[in-house]
T-cell receptor, first 110, second 115 residues
Framework: GQQLNQSPQSMFIQEGEDVSMNCTSSSIFNTWLWYKQDPGEGPVLLIALYKAGELTSNGRLTAQFGITRKDSFLNISASIPSDVGIYFCAGRGGYQKVTFGTGTKLQVIP | DAGVIQSPRHEVTEMGQEVTLRCKPISGHDYLFWYRQTMMRGLELLIYFNNNVPIDDSGMPEDRFSAKMPNASFSTLKIQPSEPRDSAVYFC?????????????FGPGTRLTVL
């Protein structure tokens, strides 16, 4: 089946620093999605990307859909304590079936 | 809107018992998804429905798992008999799929512990 490799697995950063994480796939996706999960909650969609090369921002978050359609990255600028959580990439190849990455656990040190 | 509602939030049961997890999707949504989350395997799609009809159940681990959606406002995931390796957080999500939108709204999850 499709595999999504997400890196890094975890990160500790100082408040105010920028963060970058990425996701690579063994298969092509038509859609890339980035979610955030807070403890005890379900994932919440942050950004959706629909075209290869697309660069989309949502506040301090910026994500890009790789040209090869096999990768995507998410940047968070000027991190704040509430950015703490687990970030998941997800890809959709066809129909509505979405494959999730393994997650990046972000810790922000005040 | 109350969002996706799942019950129970926590379930502790003994091996061999039947477990039923419940989900109420957001009103008007036409897709419903069941996911399982574990440390080892991450978030896995188990099954999804479109207009109450199961579309893809290839993620269902084995015959002990079954899911139903008798109407647009209710779905169940049943495990019978349960085993310790079924311990996980089970999420239900719903969406209204239109061109250019992929938002799946997740419920708070049911944390299942099988002893």
């Amino acid at each position: 089946g499709q595999q999504l490799n997400q890196s890094p697995q975890s990160m500790f950063i100082q408040e105010g620093e920028d963060v970058s994480m990425n996701c690579t796939s063994s298969s092509i996706f038509n859609t890339w999605l980035w979610y955030k999960q807070d403890p005890g909650e379900g994932p919440v969609l942050l950004i959706a990307l629909y075209k290869a090369g697309e660069l989309t921002s949502n506040g301090r978050l910026t994500a890009q859909f790789g040209i090869t359609r096999k990768d995507s990255f998410l940047n968070i600028s000027a991190s704040i304590p509430s950015d703490v959580g687990i970030y998941f990439c997800a890809g959709r190849g066809g129909y509505q079936k979405v494959t999730f990455g393994t997650g990046t656990k972000l810790q922000v040190i005040p | 809107d109350a969002g996706v509602i799942q019950s129970p939030r926590h379930e502790v049961t003994e091996m061999g018992q039947e477990v039923t997890l419940r989900c109420k999707p957001i009103s008007g949504h036409d897709y419903l998804f069941w996911y399982r989350q574990t440390m080892m395997r991450g978030l896995e799609l188990l099954i999804y429905f479109n207009n109450n009809v199961p579309i893809d159940d290839s993620g269902m681990p084995e015959d002990r798992f079954s899911a139903k959606m008798p109407n647009a406002s209710f779905s169940t995931l049943k495990i019978q008999p349960s085993e310790p390796r079924d311990s996980a957080v089970y999420f239900c999500a719903s969406s209204l799929i239109r061109v250019g939108t992929d938002t799946q709204y997740f419920g708070p999850g049911t944390r299942l512990t099988v002893l």
